[in-house]
């Protein structure tokens, strides 16, 4: 007997159904499932196969017998299983290794019970382990956390993609072999844990920041990375120094759309068109910023996010606080004390007491040879000369600066200014 037109239609319509249901489980939640294999597992490697071969499971089955009532507690089981039955078949060529036989001997706690957070944050702690190289750090991370293939990541970072996967491969044998514990840390470890959590989202972050909107998208969009691990972060563990830190990502990316002209040119922020600053963003960050002040825990990343909030609240350039900006500088200057922050503060005292308090205080950094590589010290001290009229030391400094910068954008900056110049 012929099948229906209509039933083949309804089949189809069906598999089609479970398929994008598939697609959109995967986008969601298989970096949840892929941290809990990893805790189950005992192995990175083990888990990332485990989770495609769950996924290649779902594809065959769930278009048959329909997508389960808890499809991730679905994954996790069936990865589990698939990677205990091929952890075993290869166990009769040779001997398992140890930590994978204490794996495989443990029961199977609930896959989907209140541990499958505390999974996602064992795995940021894990990949954020001060035992790992910082460059080592943030490559695992953007890739076992955020699930960006080496390809990605290796263009977003300008370097071969070998190069970044072998990265990938000696950090997860650093964790193998020195048996790094795959735990969230105790609370006297936790302090220090989360700064380097913290410090990796920011270096992220800013490598995503730096880059113009006519570079890779693909770097550009590291500051969206950063801006969804913090939000994680913030969720599972809402410390005032993870609040902070999100708060200033924020304000920093809400001038995203007014920090670059259509050619890729740098704006100023005083010359920055505020309407295109992003409304929610600010709203959000000033939040975030209250909250963790208001805990009296906070640190740099916070007060950075203050002084950001200042500008963000200033409806015009002419319109900043900048004697608060200076006193947020001074309490900064106390808690992490470093010749970056004491030139901001330098430069934000011009802006409140004029150019030649703020020159005094950048020659005072500069002779101290601190920060005679930095570009931005050069160009800050340019700045204060052309303001006040001092034409020949500022084409002096913006050379000095554009032999040290390196972004094409910046580049450009100070050979306009250069141009305008004379120089």
Not at 162 to 169: K, S
Not at 362 to 381: K, P, T
């Amino acid at each position: 007997m012929p099948i229906a037109p209509q039933n083949n239609d309804q089949a189809v319509s069906g598999m089609t159904d479970a398929r994008e249901a598939i697609d959109a489980i995967y986008c969601m939640h298989s970096r949840h499932v892929f941290a809990t294999l990893i805790r189950l597992l005992g192995d990175f490697d083990v888990a990332e196969e485990a989770l495609h071969d769950a996924f290649r499971a779902a594809l065959e089955q769930w278009p048959r017998d329909g997508v389960p009532e808890n499809p991730r507690a679905w994954l996790v089981s069936t990865g589990r299983f698939k990677a205990i039955d091929g952890l075993r078949r290869r166990a009769r060529f040779q001997p398992l290794p140890e930590d994978i036989e204490e794996h495989l001997a443990a029961e199977e706690d609930d896959p989907d019970g209140e541990g499958v957070e505390d999974d996602r944050l064992r795995l940021i702690f894990t990949c954020c382990h001060p035992a790992l190289p910082p460059d080592a750090q943030v490559a695992l991370t953007l890739r076992e956390v955020c699930g960006l293939t080496t390809e990605e990541i290796a263009r977003a970072f300008l370097t071969a993609a070998p190069t970044l996967a072998q990265r990938i491969v000696r950090a997860k044998a650093k964790i193998r072999d020195a048996r790094i514990p795959y735990q969230v840390p105790s609370a006297p470890e936790l302090p220090d844990r989360v700064e380097s959590v913290l410090r990796v989202i920011y270096l992220v972050f800013n490598e995503g920041y730096s880059a113009s909107s006519g570079e890779s998208l693909t770097r550009a969009s590291l500051s969206g990375e950063a801006i969804r691990l913090g939000r994680l972060l913030v969720e599972l563990l809402p410390e005032p120094e993870a609040l902070g830190l999100l708060a200033l990502m924020l304000l920093q990316e809400s001038r995203h759309a007014a920090r670059s002209s259509a050619e890729g040119d740098l704006i100023l922020l005083e010359d920055q068109d505020r309407s295109l600053w992003n409304a929610e963003h600010i709203a959000e960050g000033a939040a975030l910023v209250e909250r963790a002040l208001l805990s009296r825990r906070f640190g740099s990343y916070t007060l950075q996010a203050a002084i950001a909030a200042v500008h963000a609240h200033a409806a015009t350039a002419s319109a900043t606080d900048w004697a608060e900006i200076v006193v947020i500088y001074d309490i900064l200057l106390r808690i992490e004390p470093s010749p970056v922050v004491e030139l901001n503060r330098a430069v934000a005292v011009a802006m409140r007491d004029g150019p030649e308090a703020g020159l005094d205080l950048v020659d005072a950094i500069l002779a101290r040879g601190e920060l005679d590589g930095y570009h931005l010290a050069h160009s800050a001290r340019a700045d204060l000369c052309r303001r006040l009229g001092r034409t020949t030391e500022a084409r002096a400094a913006y050379k000095r600066a554009y032999t040290l910068a390196r972004q094409e954008p910046e580049c450009r900056f100070l050979e306009r200014r250069l141009s305008e110049l004379g120089g």
